[in-house]
């Protein structure tokens, strides 16, 4: 009985410091976007991906306007669930070649890590035109843009040397004669990979973090289709992230800069994220999915002002990974935090918590609590 004692002590320790609770903005919310019609069922042959990998993971960058048509994590495969789970006319998942926890959920061209508004840029990306592949390896690419109102462009990502994890950069040069006003926003990530919907759905959530691992997580619903919802902050963020059962992809911010031909200075920014609800098509039952917009905004709220011969540096990270041990690893510990928005292992938390409560007199708690169990 004492070591079945210790046993909960150290199960219970093992979750301390993932609570979750719901909490208060501050910073200036994110207005609900339109949402455009969707467009044809293929895209044009001038659209074309870049992959950049590590080890870990690829990424499929594509020159419709720089953004995330795929990202694959190698070395999972896919729940190949039994014939009377499946949608009806849903695609059997692969389980050779990885899983591509993001990827078109929603239309052929409804990308991920998508700059949407707020940077000068039109509201139709088509009408770009094919970004410019500026350089590419192994494990970086760099497309490039010129808008008619003397904005030039340069969206970079590059692959973490260790982790699933690419990283992005977005800089946007003013080579106007007039200061502009910008706050890029995004179409951060645009769905999730699920192994068994619809039976996923209630496992599904939208998720922030806030105050490192002691902090507080928020695991929230996804919105109804066609519906949007404001993830709430109190407090600067870790990041926000979409969890399914089994995966989860995790969007954070960087870094913003204000540069000139001599000088990069840091500037402080805050952010917000917007959740958005949609259904996939091309099913006879279409797959619940969230979208997660977010932005980048000057302290209070406002747009960074960009005078001209400056250039305006934005940087996030976008992760993602399986529950299985090998890949929670890679994630830092309060990454790790997300397999908690699971019911079961809430359940299971608060079950270690009350039967911790005896032991507040055992020997083996306090040595538990020391580490030395």
Known sequence: MRRILCLL???????????TA????????????????QPAASLP???????????????EVSNYRASIGRFTLLHSKALKTPIWRRV???????SEGGVAVLDLFRSVDDMHSMVTS????????????????????????????????????RLSYSMDAVRPTVHAELTITNGSSATVALKPRLRALTGIHQDDPPNDLPFMAMVDNVG????????????????????????????VALKSRFFTAIWAPSTVTLSTAATRAPVAFAWA????????????????????????????????????????????????ASMAERDLELLTPV?????????????????????????????CWSAAMAGQW
Request: aromatic fraction near 10%; proline fraction near 8%.
């Open 45 to 59: 042959v001038r659209w074309q991906r870049t992959t950049i990998s590590n080890t870990q993971a690829a990424v």
């Open 212 to 239: 490192g691992f002691e902090g507080k997580m928020l695991a929230d619903y996804l919105p109804a289709v066609g519906t949007f919802k404001p993830l709430v902050f109190n407090g600067v963020p870790d990041y």
């Open 335 to 363: 990454e790790q935090k997300l397999k908690f928005t699971d019911g079961m292992f809430r359940f299971f938390k608060s079950l270690a918590w009350l039967m911790s409560l005896p032991l507040d007199s055992s020997p």
């Open 273 to 320: 994220a917007l959740g958005e609800g949609f259904a996939s098509p091309g099913a006879a039952t279409p797959v619940h999915h969230a979208a997660i917009h977010t932005e980048f905004q000057a302290i209070g709220g406002g747009a960074f002002n960009v005078a001209p011969g400056q250039a305006l540096s934005v940087g996030w990270a976008i992760t993602i």
């Open 22 to 37: 719901p909490s208060a903005t501050a910073v200036e919310p994110i207005v609900a976007p339109v949402v455009p019609a």
């Open 118 to 153: 707020g940077a000068g840029l039109s509201g139709d990306p088509g009408a770009d035109g094919p970004w410019q592949l500026v350089a590419s390896s192994a494990t970086a690419v760099t497309f490039g843009y010129a808008n008619t109102e003397g904005l030039q462009y």
């Open 88 to 94: 009806p006319g849903a695609e059997v998942p692969n």
């Open 9 to 19: 002590a150290a199960i219970c320790l093992s979750v301390h410091g993932a609570e």
